[in-house]
Structure formats: structure tokens, C-alpha cells
């Protein structure tokens, strides 16, 4: 066995949060499977001082660690092509934490391939859709790699943990305990758990962070107008702004508005039932925006087909399949359906409602001539009774040989006899 090789099996490289789990990740993988851990740290939205992570991954024992601000990649590399495919899993939710998954798990085999490193790890438990995604992802882009779950392997509980952290030195911060478990990035915020797990129970209002109540939404209607170029969101009010840059603030105007709360009884991928609360304020607005515009510029049975293509899009994303043959394939179409969604639509935000006011583009399909009942119509009515007579030819005829009809005029099957 070469040196180089020997190295690469002393190592394993964190997805590292700078939490309680992934803390306690760091010995429990050192002292438990005899390996320097690497920890990799990516800023895809939520609130974290990358600076100070590092100096806690260290403290924790880490060899070495990595940070990246990831938020322009991940908005334009994983969201950008979501949002083009109206990607809504069960038509509800946007995938916003199943989208960062294979970005961080990206980042993930980067490290490792950089420290020579055998492992990949993460702090997903063995009950939910994250270790799904984190493995599937490490699978397909680096098969080579080992991928390692400590929290499947453990048997601690969370006082167990907090035990084990304060016996190995390792910070924990001394604040009460929340219900609840969230993840947040620039595409959305989840809560699960607490009082969330009787899904007769209506969320509280405690569980909310990026949206006011639309109770106490301002009573006048704010209008934004987005402006698309081939499927691209590129100017929020007259404003060109970085995709980045544009979520970011409609994520506060929408939220302002009470916009982007979402209450999911979701299906897992391990089959579990779960009850998901989501905010997602920007990508609420922006969905909503790009399928008026589609609507008004791709042909019927171009937009049917395509909303086949968004569900199993969706699911692809949320099955931990980003990186697969399929998904490079649906990409392929759903950018081809973008060509010309271009224009502008604008959105009126109301007390939690986010709705199409008005849209336009210069691919428009809505033409006045052919529309109106006015003057000015083009139409030509008296080609409708041709069309309607070819168009139900099948359905006619059909219902003119009616039911009974093979029992009426059909002839009596002939019973073959033996010749003697």
C-alpha cells in the first residue's frame, strides 16, 4: 500500500454545522473509527459566522476545516434551475432544504478529494430524507468514497450527547433548548417537531420567523414587478439585481406581507408521514410569477407536458437524485421550454395571498384580435363548425354504434364441426 493511499484512510471529511451533533461528530469519529476529521462548513443562506465555526471545529479536534460562502452558487446552480422547473414537491413544497443537500455534498467530496480523505460524514439521523440525499449525492459524484453517519450509529440521546461534548472540552452553548428543529437557507426555512408533530394543531405563531402574521399584515397591498429573461428572474422593481440579491430582498418584502408559510403533511422518502412547516417567502412569489408567465407564452400541450416533467422534477430533487441521468435529461427540456419566457409580471402580496396582477412579454401567445369580443376581432367563427365536426369524429362515432350494437349486428360465430 503506497503512502498517499494510507494517508487518504486516515481521513473522513465533516459536513460540519457547527452544532451540538456535529460537535460531538468529531471525537466520537476520531475515537470510534480511528480517523482525523476534516470539516467542511458551506454558507448557503443560514445564519453562521463562518469565521467562528472554524475556530469550533478546531477546538473540537478537527485537523483541518474548510468554509465557503456559497450563496451566489447555490442560488444559480440549484435554485435557478429549480425555480425554471417549477419544482414544488406533492405541489406544495419548494425543495428549498433538499436543494442545499447536493451543493454541500459537492463541496463535501471537493475536501475529500483535496486531503486525500476515504470518508465523507454528516449529522443526519436514520429516520429522515438528509442522509438520504447526502449519501446518494457523495454516491454519484464520487462512488470511490465511504460515507459514514454517526448519528446511525450512536445511541445517545441529546443530554447524552451534551455529556459527551462537555467530557471531550468540547463548547456548547448554554441556551434552553428550542421544540423545534429548523434549517434555513436563501430558498426557504423549515420547522419540524414540538407541538408540530399533531398535525390537528394549528402552527403557532412562535414558530415563525421570516413572515409576519397576515393578521397583522399591513392593511395596503404591496404590488413588486419581476422581470424574466429566458426563465430567469433578472430585476425586482426596475432594479437588476444577482439572482442572490433579488431572493434576498423579496424574502423580506414578501415575508413583510405574511407570503410563504406553508403547513405540509409530507411523504417521506423512507416512508414516513411527517408534518413540515415551511417558509418560503421569495420562492412563494417567484413560482407563482413564472407559471403566469409560462401560461402566457408556452402552448397548451407544451405547458401539460411540462407540468408532468415539474412533479417528477420535484421528486427527483427531493429523493436525493440531483445528480442523476434523469435529472440531466429534464434539464435538458425544461431549458428548452425557457427560450422565451421573457417579460414582466406583477405581483400583488395581501395579507399572506401572493397573486398575479398583470403580465406581459413579447412572446405573449394572448393576442387581442383573436381574444376579443369586440371590435376588431379576427376570429373567423365560421371555420368553428369544421373543427368542431373533425375534433368529435371519434367521440360521434363512438356513441353511434352505442353499446349494444357488436351483440346487434355482429354474426353468430360459426362452431367448427368435425368432418367423418
Known amino acids: 500500500m503506497n503512502e498517499a493511499l494510507a494517508v487518504a484512510r486516515q481521513k473522513v471529511v465533516l459536513a460540519y454545522s457547527g452544532g451540538l451533533d ?16 476534516v470539516t467542511v462548513t458551506v454558507d448557503v443562506g443560514q445564519p453562521v459566522d463562518l469565521d467562528g465555526v472554524r475556530a469550533k471545529a478546531a477546538e473540537s479536534g478537527a485537523v483541518a476545516s474548510y468554509v465557503a460562502d456559497a450563496r451566489r452558487e447555490f442560488a444559480e446552480e440549484f435554485v435557478l434551475p429549480a425555480l425554471r422547473a417549477n419544482a414544488l414537491y406533492e405541489g406544495v413544497y419548494p425543495v428549498s432544504t433538499a436543494l442545499a443537500r447536493p451543493l ?7 475536501a475529500a478529494r483535496r486531503e486525500h480523505a476515504a470518508y465523507v460524514a454528516h ?10 440525499r447526502f449519501d446518494l449525492s457523495t454516491t454519484s459524484l464520487a462512488p470511490e468514497l465511504g460515507v459514514i453517519a454517526p448519528a446511525r450509529e450512536w445511541k445517545m440521546n441529546r443530554d447524552e450527547e ?19 428543529s429548523t434549517d434555513e437557507n436563501l430558498w426557504g426555512r423549515s420547522i419540524e417537531c414540538g407541538i408540530l408533530e399533531d398535525p390537528a394543531v394549528e402552527p403557532p405563531e412562535e414558530v415563525y420567523a421570516w413572515t409576519r402574521s397576515p393578521l397583522e399584515a399591513p392593511e395596503t397591498p404591496a404590488y413588486v414587478r419581476l422581470e424574466f429573461e429566458a426563465g430567469n428572474p433578472v430585476a425586482l422593481d426596475g432594479v437588476r439585481l444577482p439572482f442572490v440579491d433579488l431572493i434576498a430582498r423579496l424574502n423580506r418584502v414578501a ?19 411527517s408534518r413540515e412547516v415551511y417558509e418560503c417567502p421569495a420562492a412563494t412569489v417567484l413560482v407563482k410569477a413564472h407559471q403566469g408567465l409560462e401560461a402566457l407564452i408556452l402552448p397548451r400541450d407544451v405547458l401539460e407536458f411540462k407540468r408532468s416533467v415539474e412533479l ?11 445528480f442523476s441521468p434523469l435529472k440531466a435529461a429534464l434539464d435538458a427540456f425544461v431549458t428548452s421550454t425557457q427560450e422565451r419566457i421573457s417579460g414582466e409580471v406583477s405581483m400583488k402580496l395581501y395579507k399572506g395571498s401572493a397573486q398575479i396582477a398583470g403580465r406581459r412579454s413579447p412572446y405573449s401567445l394572448y393576442q387581442a384580435g383573436l381574444a376579443t369580443y369586440s371590435s376588431g376581432d379576427r376570429f373567423r367563427p365560421e371555420m368553428a363548425e369544421g373543427f368542431i365536426y373533425v375534433w368529435g369524429l371519434p367521440a360521434r362515432t363512438w356513441a353511434a ?4 350494437a357488436a351483440g346487434a349486428e355482429a354474426p353468430k360465430p360459426r362452431v367448427a364441426r368435425p368432418h367423418h
Open 22 to 37: 456535529t460537535s460531538v461528530a468529531i471525537p466520537w469519529l476520531r475515537e470510534t473509527k480511528n480517523l482525523d476529521v
Open 104 to 110: 454541500i455534498a459537492r463541496h463535501l467530496v471537493a
Open 123 to 132: 449529522g443526519c439521523t436514520g429516520k429522515g430524507n438528509d442522509q438520504v
Open 162 to 180: 451534551v455529556a459527551y461534548a462537555a467530557a471531550h472540552g468540547i463548547p456548547v452553548a448554554a441556551t434552553r433548548a428550542s421544540p423545534y
Open 255 to 273: 415575508g413583510e406581507h405574511g407570503v410563504g408559510r406553508i403547513d405540509h403533511l409530507e411523504s417521506r422518502v423512507v416512508g414516513i408521514k
Open 312 to 322: 417528477r422534477y420535484a421528486s427527483l430533487i427531493y429523493d436525493g437524485l440531483w
Open 401 to 404: 354504434i352505442g353499446p349494444d
